[in-house]
C-alpha cells in the first residue's frame, strides 16, 4: 500500500501567509502569492491543484443548525459572504494574470513554472511590489513586444468566410 501523496497548503499565521508542504514551509507575501506557489508545489507532487468537491462543500460551513435562522443573522451571513466572493473574484484576477505571467516568463527564459514564479516573486521583494503587481507589468509588456499583424491577408468577416450570410 503507498502512502497518500503529501498536502500542500496555504495558512495564515501571525507572520503572514505560508505555503506548507513536504518540501517545508515558504514565507509568501499575499494569497495570490501563495495560491500560485501551492498550485506549482502541488504539481511538483503530483497533486491535484483542484480540490475536490467534498473539499468545497465542507468550506462552506455546516448546514444544520435551526430551520428557520434569525433574519439579523442571515442578513449578516448574506453581507459576509458576499465580502468573501469579492475578494474571491479579485484573487482569482490577480491569480490569472500571475500565472499568465509565469507562463510567458517560463518561456521567454526557458526554465520551468516554478523557477519562473520564484524569479518574478524574487523581482517583487527586491523591488517592494506585490507579485500581482509585477506579473501585471509582465502582461502589458507583452502589447508593447507583440508583432504587428500582417497587412498581406485581408480579414474577411466571418459571415463571409464560411458561406453563409
Do not use: K, Y
Amino acid at each position: 500500500m503507498t502512502a497518500p501523496p503529501a498536502a500542500v497548503a496555504l495558512t495564515r499565521t501571525p507572520a503572514g501567509w505560508v505555503v506548507r508542504s513536504a518540501a517545508g514551509d515558504d514565507v509568501v507575501g499575499d494569497v495570490v502569492e501563495g495560491m500560485s506557489l501551492a498550485d506549482l508545489i502541488a504539481e511538483e507532487f503530483g497533486l491535484l491543484p483542484e480540490p475536490d468537491r467534498s473539499a468545497r462543500r465542507s468550506a462552506r460551513g455546516a448546514v444544520d443548525g435551526p430551520a428557520a435562522p434569525v433574519v439579523d443573522e442571515a442578513t449578516l451571513r448574506i453581507a459576509a459572504l458576499e465580502r468573501t466572493v469579492a475578494q474571491l473574484e479579485h484573487a482569482l484576477a490577480a491569480r490569472v494574470a500571475t500565472e499568465r505571467a509565469i507562463g510567458v516568463l517560463a518561456e521567454r527564459l526557458g526554465v520551468s513554472a516554478r523557477a519562473a514564479f520564484e524569479t518574478m516573486r524574487r523581482d517583487a521583494r527586491s523591488s517592494g511590489r506585490p507579485v500581482a503587481e509585477l506579473a501585471r507589468t509582465v502582461l502589458d509588456g507583452l502589447a508593447v513586444d507583440a508583432p504587428a499583424p500582417a497587412a498581406a491577408e485581408p480579414v474577411v468577416p466571418l459571415a463571409a468566410a464560411d458561406g453563409r450570410s
